[in-house]
């Protein structure tokens, strides 16, 4: 069994040409975030957490922002494909925490929708909480939007290749 923690932030732009995605959802009213992908800091902090599980990098070293392939790229995609990396390692995704902190908008009437959304890309039970920073600091004053998240993976075979003890 491996734990993994993911992290990931965006700052919020005024870039009409832009929407805001939260869980492969479109939030069409609110400002969206900047990224050279969608910024979809809930699907990033989930495959961060689960490269992270799997001893696998991060998100950065397998999707960087240098590469163009990357741009505008539809951050479900992103997390499927984590996903897929997990799997062919020899593990098996057992779940997916996140927690979004933002101001605004309302995460509470689409959850469940972004739960879907996650759980379908990542072919595992992934669970959203929207949360709220209370004013305090960037995210309380509506600068960007954060996510943090963790990840259960498991693997039947002990003399799995990726396990730290080999890799360290």
Not at 11 to 36: E, I, K, Q
Not at 65 to 87: C, F, H, Q, Y
């Amino acid at each position: 069994m491996r734990v993994g923690q993911g992290f990931d932030i965006h700052r919020h732009v005024d870039d009409p040409d832009r929407d805001l995605v939260l869980g492969g959802c479109v939030f069409a009213d609110a400002r969206p975030l900047a990224g050279h992908s969608d910024a979809d800091v809930a699907a990033h902090a989930a495959a961060d957490a689960l490269l992270g599980a799997a001893g696998l990098g991060d998100i950065g070293h397998h999707f960087p922002d240098t590469d163009p392939r990357w741009k505008g790229a539809d951050s479900l995609m992103i997390l499927a494909r984590v996903a897929e990396l997990v799997r062919e390692a020899g593990w098996r995704i057992e779940n997916v925490d996140i927690k979004v902190v933002c101001e605004r908008p309302k995460l509470a009437p689409r959850i469940d929708e972004m739960q879907r959304n996650l759980s379908t890309a990542a072919g595992a039970p992934i669970t959203v909480a929207g949360r709220r920073a209370e004013g305090l600091g960037a995210l309380g004053r509506q600068e960007g939007i954060a996510a943090w998240s963790v990840a259960l993976i498991t693997s039947d075979d002990a003399a799995n290749p990726t396990s730290a003890e080999e890799t360290t």
